[in-house]
């Protein structure tokens, strides 16, 4: 499952000796890891409490790190930072409450015409078309789930970061999901997608990478890291914290 080998481009997302430290526990445990090329869905799987979402909120900058450094696509990140090439919905999206979805995506695109002019591609993109000039407040979870992944989807960017998008989704809005991740690798951006449903990670991913006790156990390619196991959830229970390997250890999947 190691996979050391350098993408000739240049990693899209490269983390390096990451760690995060709260209250002397330690949330990041000195993760490295190359996430490398465009037009790939690389899933992140993980327990509560396994460092995830923390990775995330490194990535956007939401969470400064207490060591090591992140790189987006080439450029080494000012800790607390944003990249601009990075669209993220982080743990559960907020809105506007008073104003209709499609109001609220206005007030995201922050008065830039290429943004405006999407607004109405994005509500019909995750299904909200019918329901645009509806009031968030009277939204379910999986329609704001879908209107959070509108908003990040907004900007086109480069690199996108989902985590948990399914929730709240329905058996209808989850093959949704599985066509849009499909639809964002045809346009050539790379998804970062944490879950807790393995299944779909397995349908929907080129790449996974498995944390446990904020460290990277395993990770690579989809069918290398399969490769033995029938299932990923055969290999995901099969995993525990002693199974990762030295700290040094650098993932490149």
Known sequence: MNTEETCP????????????????RKILDDVDLNITGRGRVCGILGSNGAGKTSLLKVLTGLVRPSSGSVSVLGDTMPHGVMPADVGALVEEPRFYPWLSARDNLM??????????????????????????????????????????????????????????????????????????LGSQRERGATVVVTSHVLSEIQRTCDSVVVMSGGRIVAGGAMADVLAGSSSLEDLYFSLSDDSAPPVSHRWTV
């Open 9 to 24: 481009e240049g990693p899209v997302l490269a983390l390096e000796a990451l760690s995060l430290v709260r209250r002397g």
């Open 107 to 180: 007030v995201a695109a922050g008065g830039r015409s290429d943004r405006t002019a999407r607004v109405d591609e994005v509500l019909a993109a995750v299904g909200l078309q019918d329901r645009a000039d509806d009031r968030v407040r009277i939204y379910s979870q999986g329609m704001r789930q879908r209107l959070g992944i509108g908003r990040v989807l907004l900007s086109e960017p480069e690199v996108v970061l989902l985590d948990e998008p399914a929730n709240g989704l329905d058996p209808e809005g989850i093959a949704w999901l599985r066509t849009l």
